[in-house]
């Protein structure tokens, strides 16, 4: 059984070192919090800051928290004076709640953040911890208990509550600007997003629909991926573009060797396009080098050369189950194996060497700008 609560204390660690913008991070991680409480449904009443902790009222459990960026960890507390005896209730009331009895290991852990208190930090668990062993007889351990009861001394308020939730870190989505992410079906861009959103970077989606060239389900997996990462950023929007027809022109016009990196070329552009448009600043791409034979040095060198905005590929020195050990955990992994991975265009033997002179002669055969124009104009936006 869950605790009742009726307030959510916030810890925030990488945002507290920030000097002079600490306010600005500080404001963005309180924007972002009530996105996710709004978004989630969830009802609360005030997010006020105290001494490096955010107090959120609330009579929920908020588990959706911890797909907040910029949160250390964060607990579901019982608020009370701090009246020693109002302390002892809320402490036994969890206790009661946990079931701890004489077999069981525990302990107190008591933390004055705000040093008025007159009885330092171990005074308090030595004396909490003597009125729960009256009371159960379990043992005190202060290593590894079963059970741990913590109490915040905060401004004049005890905070009791028995779990620290850990968050993922990193700083408040939109700290750090906005990025277009290159979004396919597939395990790793979900997870290179992902990443890039926890450096604070707010990012639009842009999926290149490939159909006919790919199955038709892949527009309905790719949306799919994008409502698992909106969890991370409520605000995240999403531009489906037909790219079958580029796909077509390549198909029509292009070396086979070299579609590959022709059509990155294209997503790239796109990409730009859609970045000017937006006020983005870079692209955001799953790509990590030699994991599948396109993803050469030399190709990643010609793709490149399709935009001027840094393209980040926040995957680039991960193995192939460090990336699938994330998608696990934010839960994009199931939706990312649906696609079959094909693409009709793929050659047997793609250009694993190529070079950018080779490319560009083969892209004066079609009109780019006027595809790239089209392709962006007529992309379907979701949010
Ligand atoms: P992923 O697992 O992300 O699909 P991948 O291992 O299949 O990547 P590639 O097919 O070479 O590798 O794709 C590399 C990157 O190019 C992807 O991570 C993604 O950022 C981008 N990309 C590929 N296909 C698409 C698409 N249809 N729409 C948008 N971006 C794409
Ligand atoms: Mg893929």
């Known amino acids: 059984m869950k605790a009742k609560t009726d307030t959510i204390i916030i810890r925030y660690a990488e945002i507290g070192l920030k000097g002079k913008n600490r306010h600005e991070f500080e404001n963005k991680l309180v924007d972002n919090i009530k996105s996710n409480l709004q978004y989630n449904k969830k009802d609360f009443s005030s997010i006020i800051k105290i001494r490096g902790r955010l107090i959120i009222k609330s009579n929920e459990r908020c588990d959706c928290l911890k797909d907040v960026f910029g949160i250390a960890s964060f607990s579901h507390a019982i608020e009370t004076s701090q009246g020693i005896k109002e302390i002892h209730e809320e402490v036994n009331g969890l206790v009661e709640q946990s079931g701890l009895n004489k077999e069981n290991s525990f302990c107190i852990r008591v933390q004055r953040v705000d040093k008025s208190f007159p009885k330092t930090s171990i005074e308090i668990e030595r004396e909490i911890g003597e009125f729960v062993v009256n009371k159960t007889n379990a043992k005190v351990k202060l290593k590894n208990p079963e059970f741990t009861y913590y109490i915040e001394l905060i401004e004049g308020k005890a905070y009791v509550f028995s779990e620290k939730i850990n968050g993922y870190g990193g700083l408040p989505v939109g700290s750090s600007g906005k990025v277009v992410t290159l979004l396919s079906t597939g395990i790793d861009s979900p997870v290179a997003a992902w990443m890039a959103m926890k450096r604070g970077c707010s990012t639009i989606f842009v999926f290149n629909y490939n159909y006919p060239f790919a199955d038709k389900q892949e527009k309905d997996y790719a949306y799919g991926l994008f409502q698992i990462l909106r969890r991370f950023d409520s605000q995240a929007r999403m531009y489906t573009v037909n790219f079958g027809v580029i796909q077509q022109k ?128 007529t992309a379907e936006g979701f949010s």
């Open 250 to 377: 390549i198909k029509d016009s292009v070396n086979p060797r070299l579609r590959c990196i022709v059509c990155k070329r294209f997503m790239y552009r796109i990409a730009d396009q859609i970045a000017q448009k937006e006020g983005a600043k870079a692209i955001i791409t799953g790509e990590s080098i030699g994991q599948v034979a396109s993803q050469t040095l030399d190709n990643i060198y010609c793709e490149n050369k399709a935009s001027d905005l840094p393209v980040l590929r926040p995957l680039i020195g991960m193995n192939k189950q460090e990336i699938i050990d994330i998608a696990k955990e934010i839960g994009t992994f199931e939706a990312s194996i649906k696609t079959s991975g094909k693409c009709g265009l793929l050659p047997a033997h793609p250009a694993t060497k190529a070079k950018i002179k080779k490319i560009e002669k083969e892209e004066k055969k079609i009109d780019i700008l006027d595809l790239v124009a089209m392709a962006v104009e």
